[in-house]
């Protein structure tokens, strides 16, 4: 077995995402659990440089976007806002 298949071996690589087995969105798919269009992911897509959730271009047309990468975008959006400072 390799790092693919078994994270955190003792290679002293970091630990990498089984991205074949892991699950994957479409576009379609992906765009209502965000609450966003469709399009809103194209155009994350397309910018310059490109926004939104890391995504794998298999075909011209055909775009899948992994779950642990998505839930690992979601994390390092969050803003956990602070309490205020007692004076």
Request: hydrophobic fraction near 35%.
């Amino acid at each position: 077995m390799n790092d693919l298949q078994q994270p955190g071996g003792d290679t002293g690589q970091p630990s990498v995402v089984d991205l074949l087995h892991s699950g994957w969105y479409t576009a379609d798919e992906l765009a209502p659990l965000l609450k966003v269009d469709p399009s809103t992911l194209r155009r994350w897509r397309t910018a310059k440089p490109p926004q939104g959730p890391p995504f794998v271009r298999l075909a011209n047309r055909t775009v899948v976007y992994s779950i642990p990468d998505t839930q690992a975008w979601l994390v390092s959006q969050r803003t956990v806002p602070t309490k205020p400072e007692a004076a």
